[in-house]
């Protein structure tokens, strides 16, 4: 007596497809499970066994073998139980086959209930595509099973209400995909940010061009303040990138129970102790780490020079390729990670260098500075497009009428902005904003004018910029242009650019030259920073 049953495995953050096999023998009896299982789904005999038994069913006293094909792919996690107790029920003729292409995951306790699982949306798509038409997996999982229209989803809480799925006795459900939102009210505004233009205004181009940004300012400057503001900046998800930000939140186990699509860009800001594993993933099986849960969204690190060096280390390459890879004994698995990068720090131990503003004074040594300097290494600095001070805030400006605008008002800029760039990237597999720009598209994209180039070569050889600042130049100048609107990158662009990405030199100290351009470059900045000054091309609203 044969049966079979669909199910899946997760490797990384997508689903493969799993056949059940259940041969039942005569023979001494007994319960073997093969295909490469972990303990974990080796457990399954027992569970299974014991929830058919407590289900009212009588298992025949037969030799029993389920085997998961392919045998050679690893299979981890209980999430097999409840296709294998279907397939030997189905086996055993205690109930009859599935009227349709079915596929089935869950957890079963002893007594027959069904527990959730994780990665029920990578399944769901899967058995999309490989033409399934019904779907059996734990009640709380069935709005996300939902999400992949087109699907017969049976969200069922026992083996028998399962059984009922199997055979066709359980009437289908129609159950909306429920999209859950924080509600808007809760959401800081910008607004409430007093002063502060030139980083608002440098915030407004990095959510405009997915661009990463570095705030470095002394304590108590607002840094964090502005940082979490950041969401309300960002246009809201398309249905694309929110079905690939829960995928990775299904397979991390993120999801609250019955939470349908992820609404909202994922904001992730994990605290300064996090390992490496926590930061990029890992495990075995490999889970997604924040580089992965902030895919489509926003990763900030506050303090950035308390985390560990290695795993400041790590983000290099994610944010590089736009994914990781994490590679384990049995198994390597590549999981999504296009996220933005924000991060913010002190620029020394006591957080007041270079403060003219306040009494405050800067009282480190030369040797604590540098110490300070090196937690954060170059080549992380360098993937900063933009590197933003904040300044301390005199009393008046605190006191003083809010003037700002409202995170409403700049996201509607941004979104424009996001759309123009949109328009552009049409036909570009995998290119969404400004930042996401490489190589040869850079150059035929950008549209920059010869005076605008010119001006970026003489900046390139006057502050020793890198190839990657080269780059990431022409890219935050392509996203300056967006935002007002302009055709082509002009020099006024590039200008602007180059001051938004310049002031590292005042955070590391580090010169190309013996001439200390960062302070030109810095000095620049201060002066456009300046309440009542001209501001050039850096906006001065709010301050
Ligand atoms: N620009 C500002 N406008 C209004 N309130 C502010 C501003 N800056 C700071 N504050 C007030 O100070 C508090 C501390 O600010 P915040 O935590 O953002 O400082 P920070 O720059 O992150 O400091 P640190 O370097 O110590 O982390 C805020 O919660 C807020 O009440
Ligand atoms: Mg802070």
Known sequence: MHASLRCAALLGTSALPIDVQVDLALGLPGFVVVGLPDMACVDAKVRCATAIRNSGYELPHKRITVNLAPGDLRKEGASFDVPIALAVLQAAGLIPPATVATLAVGELSLSGEILPVR???????????????????????????????GLEVHGVRTLADA????????????GPAEATALPAETRPDLSEVRGQGFCKRALEIAAAGAHSALLVGPPGAGKTMLARRMPGLLPALTFEEAVEATSIWSVAGKLRHGQGLLSERPFRAPHHTISVAGLVGGGSPPRPGEVSLAHNGLLFLDELPEFGRAALEALRQPLEDGEVAVVRVRGAAVLPARFMLLAAMNPCPCGHEGETATPARCNCTVLQKEGYRRRVSGPILDRFDLHVEARALSPSELSGP?????????????????????????????????????????????????????????SMERLGLSARAHDRILKLARTIADLENVRGVEAPHVAEAVQLRCLDRAVTGRSAEKVPTHQLARAAVLRANAPGTSPGPITQEGT
């Not at 059984?163 to 129609?174: D, W």
């Not at 700002?404 to 759309?419: C, K, L, P």
């Open 163 to 174: 059984a009922a799925a199997f055979t066709g006795e359980l009437a289908f459900p129609p």
């Open 402 to 458: 809010s003037t700002g605008e409202t995170s409403d008002a700049v996201r509607a800029r941004v979104e424009a902005a996001r759309a123009r760039q949109q328009e552009r990237f049409r036909g570009l597999r995998g290119v969404h904003a400004n930042s996401q720009l490489r190589g040869r598209a850079l150059r035929e994209l950008c549209g920059a004018s010869s005076a605008a180039l010119a001006l970026l070569a003489r």
């Open 119 to 149: 990665g029920v949306l990578p399944i769901a798509l899967l058995a999309r595509a490989i033409g399934v038409e019904r779907m059996i997996v734990p009640e709380v999982n069935a709005a996300e099973a939902a999400l992949a229209q």
